[in-house]
């Protein structure tokens, strides 16, 4: 599960860097660049919650073992 979690995180931070690409910065909210905002933000949340569920296991392993 650590392996599909990291290729997940991994793909997701790929989806921010080409959506950063997308942006025009002199139309931020116009366009094709607000799709881009939009991707850049579910790609960070799906980011933070795999980092979550990361957690959740950990500690979930912990307290097992005791």
């Known amino acids: 599960m650590k392996i599909f979690t990291s290729i997940l995180v991994v793909l997701a931070l790929g989806l921010i860097i080409f959506n950063i690409t997308l942006l025009d910065f002199d ?8 799709v881009a905002l939009i991707g850049i933000a579910a790609s960070f949340c799906a980011v933070f919650i795999l980092l979550i569920f990361r957690m959740s296991k950990l500690i979930e392993e912990k307290t097992k073992n005791q």
């Open 27 to 34: 139309h931020l909210f116009e366009g094709n660049s607000i």
